[in-house]
Antibody, heavy 119, light 107 residues
């Protein structure tokens, strides 16, 4: 079964760019869609977007203007960039795989990484 | 966006009892693309049910899902101690959205 691991800075300053990477193991990056989901502390889940290995993407309309998801097939990694962050972007960020038959269904999740936006 | 409303917010039951969790959508969910996740403190969500009623890999058969259109249900037939957690529904028939969660706690 595919395994995922998030990595990146745990602290980002307001107005700057949040950058995270998800490393995939145990499966080919071409066999799934790759998603990002976030969860503010003590709150519910919010889908951010997905990417396919070809580079095609789909984003949450409410975040679309600030989000970029990219993929590096040579490293079996995909990445999230969220610009102009505020305290409202403080959350645990999860990466997840979605099956080819349903790109919007996060199936296997990473353990998550907490990103705090603060000066 | 489709808004998902879960009820109740908190459910207090004892091991061995039956749990029924509800998820109502603000509009019909295309093709019953409705999933349920379980989340324990400090852990990532785990996929339990997809397509409203199909169990994900390695999910015990005490978990079952039902429903269509705008009304969906997750049933846990006999609660085990490890089942006490927060449960989320998610629709993936259009741009994905999640419910606010139901906390299942030990009575």
């Amino acid at each position: 079964q595919v395994q995922l691991q998030e990595s990146g800075p745990g602290l980002v300053k307001p107005s700057e760019t949040l950058s995270l990477t998800c490393t995939v193991s145990g499966g080919s990056i071409s066999n799934y869609y790759w998603s990002w989901i976030r969860q503010p502390p003590g709150k519910g889940l919010e889908w951010i977007g997905y990417i396919y290995y070809s580079g095609s993407t789909n984003y949450n309309p409410s975040l679309k203007s600030r989000v970029t998801i990219s993929v590096d097939t040579s490293k079996n990694q995909f990445s999230l960039r969220l610009n102009s962050v505020t305290a409202a972007d403080t959350a645990v960020y999860y990466c997840a795989s979605a099956p080819l038959y349903s790109s919007w269904l996060p199936e296997v999740w990473g353990q998550g990484t907490l990103v705090t936006v603060s000066s | 966006d489709i808004v998902l409303t879960q009820s109740p917010g908190t459910l207090s039951l004892s091991p061995g009892e039956r749990a029924t969790l509800s998820c109502r959508a603000s509009q019909s969910v295309r093709n019953s693309y409705l999933a349920w996740y379980q989340q324990k403190p400090g852990q990532a969500p785990r996929l339990l049910i997809f397509g409203a009623s199909s169990r994900a890999t390695d999910i015990p058969d005490r978990f079952s899902g039902s429903g269509s259109g705008t009304d969906f249900t997750l049933t846990i037939s006999r609660l085990e101690p490890e089942d006490f957690a927060v449960y989320y529904c998610q629709q993936y028939g259009s741009s994905p959205t999640f419910g606010q969660g139901t906390k299942l706690e030990i009575k």
